[in-house]
């Protein structure tokens, strides 16, 4: 090859990723951090970190570069439109460079290239010999990965099933609803080595062999240069490897799974809590106001009101949520995972509180307002005075139903990163090696949370029922 160019190396010292992101001092990662060896999450001195080598490959771009490393977690399949969108100024994650990928954002050199390799029950490894032997199996695969191409590609006549985490592919595996795993050496190595139920069939691939490259955005050559010489520095002086043998002993560090994961549910459990409770109280608002504008004269408040309800209730709230967090980024809006979610679950209760809210103003009787309107009070001060106070009694019961609603449905807001408790399941699952155990206390988690708030909603329904027979008596 020729020397470069006087303007290639002139456009190569400087670009406006890389001037951002010294400005600002800091660099984020996009990392989906349940994929050990590479990244996952480890309790190391009673503090929660996130470890293996992609992250210790990353934290040393971002010195080389001179800035800080903050680590965004998101699920695999959202980190591409993070970094499309400005959430994340590069992903280290076991990515791999396919033609499709590579036209929407650039891509460094390999740091790693790994072999595929296939997960099986142990006692049917003699099963699998050859990639023709897996026709008419169920074989999982993860989502929007190469092992999904491979395994479409070579393993003819087998039926290929996408899941979104390795996680959920052990457990189907082990369930029996999978025949087999389609996985990365290491991760396969480390599952196996932990597993006693599963091994690997001895199956060899044509083309299966994939590098491992930084993801970084489109037209920032300056930037991609500065990520290639680290990784040249650190492939050259040994320190690559290094990493890589610290994060197989971090992953394989015997400690207690309370002791260790402990802190992870309850954590998620308070952010479920609070995401809740905003999700029903700004719902509530919402719900309120767009009550009174259906109820309005003004048409043109009519219309806003039923266009917003039927479109948030005619959409998935999983698709609300990737429209407000990616959406907010391209009207240069940087608003954090919690906020998007918060706002998500508020703008989809509201949709839902606004029938309750209609259905207990419906069920005062039409008298209280005639009464009050003779009175001389106008519509706003019947509506806030009169209507309201009553309505509330029919109200309430409706709201606690919605606040255990939320609750639940809350878990789809892990898909953009917020460290609610689903998304503290994933992680554990990942760090564990254990898929089906985080599952089982989640699960208990949520019933007794529900369990709680049904209790208490049918305490004051009781209270309620009683003050209303004791006015009745009084009357």
């Known amino acids: 090859m020729g020397p470069v160019s006087t303007t290639v190396q002139a456009a190569t010292k400087t670009d406006a990723q890389l001037t951002a992101i010294k400005k600002r001092g800091y660099m984020v990662l996009g990392v ?11 309790t190391i001195n009673g503090e929660d970190k996130v470890v293996g080598f992609d992250i210790e490959l990353a934290r040393q771009v971002a010195k080389d570069i001179g800035v800080e490393l903050r680590i965004k977690e998101l699920g695999f399949d959202s980190l591409l439109g993070s970094l499309k969108t400005g959430k994340v100024d590069m992903i280290v994650s076991a990515m791999t460079p396919t033609p499709e990928r590579m036209k929407e954002v650039a891509f460094s050199d390999s740091y ?21 032997d897996f026709k008419g199996q169920r074989v999982g695969v993860q989502k929007q990965t190469t092992q999904e191409t491979t395994a479409k590609e070579e393993m003819s006549g087998a039926k290929v099933v996408s899941l979104k985490k390795v996680t959920d592919l052990i457990l189907n595996l082990q369930q029996k609803k999978l025949n087999a795993v389609v996985v990365e050496a290491p991760v396969a190595d480390a ?19 994939y590098d491992c490259a930084i993801a970084l955005p489109k037209g920032s050559p300056a930037y991609l240069a500065s990520v290639n010489r680290t990784i040249k520095k ?16 971090q992953m394989f560090s015997k400690q207690n ?9 309850i954590k998620g459990t308070g952010i479920t809590i609070i995401l809740t409770i905003v999700g029903v109280l700004f719902g509530s608002l919402l719900g309120t106001l767009l009550a009174l504008m259906k109820r309005a004269k003004n048409k043109l408040l009519k219309a806003i009101a039923t266009v917003y309800i039927q479109y948030f209730r ?17 009207i240069h809006l940087n608003v954090s995972a919690f906020v998007s979610a918060a706002i998500a679950l508020s703008l989809n209760s509201g949709a839902y509180v606004f029938e309750v809210i209609r259905s207990g103003i419906q069920s005062v009787a039409k008298g209280q307002t005639e009464a009050a309107r003779s009175l001389g009070l106008s519509n706003k001060k019947t509506m806030r005075l009169v209507i309201l106070p009553q309505a509330i009694k029919t109200i309430l019961p409706a709201l606690g139903n ?19 408790l689903m998304f503290q399941t994933s992680v554990i699952q990942g760090s564990s090696f254990k898929p089906f155990l985080p599952l089982v206390i989640t699960s208990l988690i949520y019933f007794v949370l529900t369990l709680i708030l049904s209790l208490l ?6 209270k309620m029922k009683v003050g209303k027979a004791n006015n009745e008596v009084f009357d």
Do not use: C
């Open 32 to 42: 989906s951090a349940d994929y050990p060896p590479y990244e996952f999450h480890k």
């Open 112 to 132: 790693l290239r790994v072999a595929q390799k296939v997960i099986v029950r142990k006692g049917e490894e003699n099963k699998y010999r050859s990639v023709m």
């Open 191 to 209: 599952y196996v080595q932990t597993n006693q139920a599963l091994t690997l069939a001895n199956i060899k691939f044509t083309n299966a062999d």
């Open 234 to 249: 650190v492939k050259a002086n040994g320190q690559f490897k290094k990493w890589r043998k610290t994060a197989n002993d």
């Open 257 to 265: 799974f309370w002791q260790a994961y402990g802190s992870y549910f």
């Open 314 to 330: 005619g959409t998935p709230l999983l698709v609300q949520v990737f429209m407000i967090y990616f959406g907010t980024q391209v």
């Open 402 to 420: 919605e606040f255990i609603s939320l609750l639940k449905e809350s878990a789809i807001v892990s898909v953009i990163g917020v460290g609610e």
């Open 457 to 462: 909603l049918r305490y004051f329904e009781k």
